[in-house]
């Protein structure tokens, strides 16, 4: 019998300490992490491959969290969605 595949979650910041960070969160839970450290990355990953979450930051290279919150909502409206920032 093939076991069920992981949840998969893409994390979409251009600081890589928070990348690590959520990485090492989401894979202690038991999730596949795609990461990545631009919103042009991020959009081609969401556009290649299906995600259960997604965490995307408000300020990075390329298009926002905000613009990719709503490509999400176009392209993969299956995928739950989290902003978040570092900035005060």
Avoid: C, W, Y
Avoid at 3 to 10: D, R, V
Avoid at 32 to 56: H, K, P, Q
């Amino acid at each position: 019998m093939n076991e069920p595949l992981p949840p998969k979650a893409l994390v979409a910041d251009d600081e890589p300490s928070i990348r690590f960070v959520l990485r090492e969160a989401l894979e202690g839970a038991g999730l596949e992490v795609t990461d990545v450290d631009s919103g042009d990355a991020a959009l081609e990953a969401l556009t290649s491959e299906r995600f259960d979450i997604a965490f995307f930051d408000v300020r990075m290279p390329g298009p926002s969290g905000l613009e990719l919150l709503d490509h999400a909502r176009a392209v993969a409206r299956d995928t739950a969605v989290v902003i978040i920032t570092a900035q005060n």
